[in-house]
T-cell receptor
Framework: DIQMTQSPSTLSASVGDRVTITCRASQTISIWLAWYQQKQGKAPKLLITKASSLKSGVPSRFSGSGSGTEFTLTISSLQPDDFATYYC??????????FGQGTKVEMK | QISLQESGPTLIKPTQTLTLTCTFSGFSLSASGVGVGWIRQPPGQALEWLALIYWDDDKRYTPSLKNRLTITKDTSKNQVVLTMTNMDPVDTATYYCAHRYSGYSYFDYWGQGTLITVSS
């Protein structure tokens, strides 16, 4: 199975900060990576697919990059609505498809 | 507009079999490329993909739980059912069903989730 490792596990930031979350795959997954945002008590919301393709309706302050085994999610200017937990998910080839352990973005 | 809704018991005893139903609308599970998956999340923990059923009735399971899981679909009712045998307290989690984006196994629409507690 492909293991996905996110860092950091928790990130303390302020409104307006630039935030970067890293996701590493245990083997190459090309660009087959998605990012989700999850707020407390809610279902995950899809943000980015194919490592860098922003889903329609997602604010442009979110961006993704990377390929192979290392990926990043960047929020260019953190907004109050962005405090949440973020998960990466690899969907390379056939199953199993795996998620990272999550990164919680909290208020500093 | 795609929507999904999970239903099932909120409390189940250890060793019992869990049956969860996902009722969806806004898409057809007979259309090529479509799939519905199940993902769970123990309290305070990460997401874990469990199973996926494709439009052609092909199925995939996470290896660690493969022997305990069965996923089926009823296209006429727009439902997908997940059964998990021999439930244990460690299986306490919120269980989500989700729509697989056609051709790629990421999930673009999710149900609200249902919390299943395993306790005697």
């Amino acid at each position: 199975d492909i293991q996905m490792t996110q860092s950091p596990s928790t990130l303390s930031a302020s409104v307006g900060d630039r935030v970067t979350i890293t996701c590493r795959a245990s083997q190459t997954i090309s660009i087959w990576l998605a990012w989700y945002q999850q707020k407390q008590g809610k279902a995950p919301k899809l943000l980015i697919t194919k490592a860098s393709s922003l889903k329609s309706g997602v604010p442009s302050r979110f961006s993704g990059s990377g390929s192979g085994t290392e990926f990043t999610l960047t929020i260019s200017s953190l907004q109050p609505d962005d405090f949440a937990t973020y998960y990466c998910q690899q969907y390379n080839g056939d199953s199993p498809w795996t998620f990272g352990q999550g990164t919680k973005v909290e208020m500093k | 507009q795609i929507s999904l809704q999970e239903s099932g018991p909120t409390l189940i005893k250890p060793t019992q079999t869990l049956t969860l139903t996902c009722t969806f609308s806004g898409f057809s599970l007979s259309a090529s490329g479509v799939g519905v998956g199940w993902i769970r999340q123990p309290p305070g923990q990460a997401l874990e993909w469990l199973a996926l059923i494709y439009w052609d009735d092909d199925k995939r399971y996470t290896p660690s739980l493969k022997n305990r899981l069965t996923i089926t679909k009823d296209t006429s009712k727009n439902q997908v059912v997940l059964t998990m045998t021999n439930m244990d307290p460690v299986d306490t989690a919120t269980y989500y069903c989700a729509h697989r984006y056609s051709g790629y196994s990421y999930f673009d629409y999710w149900g609200q989730g249902t919390l299943i507690t395993v306790s005697s």
